[in-house]
């Protein structure tokens, strides 16, 4: 591997991440950056688990979704093991599917059967959270290289910040754009009728237990209607 041409391509992806305007495309270039710049990868996802559930996110191909899939419904497999409570290997890198068969007897038959030879993959962390697995596929076996291991390492490190940043950058815009509904909402209310700052809220508040629909639903359809009757939709 040319490292010098590596750290120009990883600099330029790492600017591009973060001028991602939102998690999915964020997601999306972390793993197709994973196909242009790991040694040996064919495909490559993010799998996160919420137990019970798998979600199978920003896959380049269909053949991650599958192997997702499996994983799922069968409860074993290197991505499930990876990104489940109180795992303490950051990394795996496995040679040869066939191998591990009695390690994960069904999952390492039905992904070699789908073409899949080696898989590699990285514990996406930062210091306040665990976000998922970033999974690399190759077709070949042996494809991943201790380069492309440390490549693949460098890439997670970056992705993990992008997509921790992405996701806080979402959650920030979504609490902002709730907080300005109510305030509209509760200007709203306060005007038509003559009430106090604490009183609107009190409105918009009790209608929400009342209908038990949450307070920015509430919120949104008083702005959208004028009216504090009706159901919220």
Not at 121 to 145: I, Q, V
Request: with cysteine.
């Amino acid at each position: 591997m040319d490292w010098e041409v590596f750290a120009t391509r990883m600099g330029a992806m790492a600017r591009d991440l973060l001028e991602q305007k939102s998690v999915d495309t964020t997601l999306e270039r972390i793993t197709a950056s994973a196909v242009e710049i790991v040694e040996g990868c064919d495909a490559a996802g993010i799998l996160i688990l919420k137990s019970p559930l798998v979600h199978s996110l920003a896959p380049t191909e269909g053949l991650v979704v599958q192997s997702d899939e499996l994983q799922q419904r069968l409860g074993e497999g290197p991505c499930f093991e990876a990104a489940g409570p109180g795992n303490v290997e950051r990394i795996f890198r496995i040679e040869n599917l066939t191998s591990y068969q009695d390690r994960w007897p069904g999952y390492a038959t039905a992904v070699s059967g789908l073409g899949v030879g080696s898989m590699m993959g990285f514990l996406l962390y930062t210091d306040a959270e665990e976000l998922g697995t970033l999974n690399l596929y190759s077709r070949r076996p042996a494809a991943f290289t201790a380069a492309s291991e440390n490549a693949g390492l460098l890439l997670a490190s970056h992705a993990a910040v992008a997509f921790s940043s992405a996701r806080n950058a979402e959650q920030l815009h979504r609490a902002l754009s709730t907080r300005h509904t109510i305030g509209e909402a509760m200007g709203m209310i306060m005007e038509r009728h003559k009430l106090s700052q604490d009183d609107a809220f009190s409105v918009l508040r009790q209608l929400s237990q009342e209908r038990n629909t949450k307070l920015h639903d509430i919120a949104r359809h008083v702005c959208e209607t004028g009216r504090i009757d009706g159901s919220a939709g």
